[in-house]
């Protein structure tokens, strides 16, 4: 209530903010009501009571802020009110509307294959565009069996159907620098000598297959560290290892904290 003054005080409450803060007094009334029917008392509550009124009413975590506060106020004796499991947040974009863009690029030859390599290094690798644009020949290193690429400090192994389309991409790529000789060795050269692709030609080249770039980095990386731990996801992907455990943490990841084990073999 407290807080509820001091914020109507600055601006006028939204019918929204009035409705919750009217809806968790209510229930925190109707415990109250339960307790007296119960021929309980605040001071005598104890944790039975509090665990069997929790099993027979759900969506009751206005009534846990309220315990939490009398505790603190020394209303109750200490308890333990059970904690509300976090929701897991959906994804921003579905793991197989994800997939299905990674086949329809493979499959679209109608697009430049430097936009089309890029959007996948999107898709699979939560790569940023301009990330990508920015990429050199020599972080792409491997043979004809495996093709790998360095986002990080750990180079990643390409699945064959990347690997395969980058793999003719570089080897046309060869032929036409050839012609052009020096200059930065850019993966993605633009038209302008010694100048990279530029980000907006990739973004206009894969508009038609509606590829949401930030959206599907982030719901890519949120896929990832629910398969391995957040700083290996960091050290391949090339993003910031707070970044990482962030949405570890947003999406209830139980990686936990993963040894460095770099750092342990390094020592040996």
């Given at each position: 209530l407290r807080q509820t003054r001091q914020r109507r005080a600055q601006k006028p409450l939204t019918v929204g903010m009035f409705n919750a803060r009217w809806s968790a007094l209510r229930k925190i009334a109707s415990f109250l009501v339960w307790l007296d029917d119960q021929g309980v008392q605040m001071g005598t509550l104890d944790q039975r009571s509090v665990d069997r009124f929790f099993t027979h009413h759900r969506s009751q975590g206005a009534v846990a802020t309220f315990l939490n506060w009398a505790i603190r106020q020394k209303l109750t004796r200490p308890l333990m009110p059970p904690h509300r499991p976090q929701a897991r947040p959906a994804p921003s974009v579905p793991e197989d509307t994800i997939w299905r863009k990674v086949d329809e690029l493979l499959d679209d030859t109608s697009i430049p294959s430097a936009s089309r390599i890029i959007g996948l290094l999107v898709l699979v690798f939560a790569q940023r565009i301009s990330d990508c644009v920015r990429l050199r020949q020599s972080d792409v290193s491997g043979h004809e069996t495996t093709l790998s690429i360095t986002f990080g400090?750990?180079?990643?192994?390409?699945?064959?159907?990347?690997?395969?389309l980058l793999r003719r991409y570089v080897s046309e790529l060869e032929e036409q620098r050839t012609f052009v000789g020096g200059g930065p060795d850019w993966l993605f050269p633009g038209t302008t000598p010694h100048l990279h692709v530029s980000e907006a030609i990739v973004t206009l080249h894969l508009a038609p297959h509606k590829i949401d770039a930030r959206r599907t980095q982030n719901a890519r990386i949120d896929q990832l560290?629910?398969?391995?731990?957040?700083?290996?996801?960091?050290?391949?992907?090339?993003i910031n290892i707070g970044t990482a455990i962030r949405h570890a943490a947003r999406t209830g990841s139980r990686w936990g904290n993963y040894p460095e084990l770099r750092a342990s073999l390094s020592d040996e």
């Open positions: 400090r750990t180079p990643l192994a390409l699945p064959e159907p990347i690997a395969e560290v629910q398969t391995v731990p957040a700083s290996v996801v960091a050290d391949t992907l090339g």
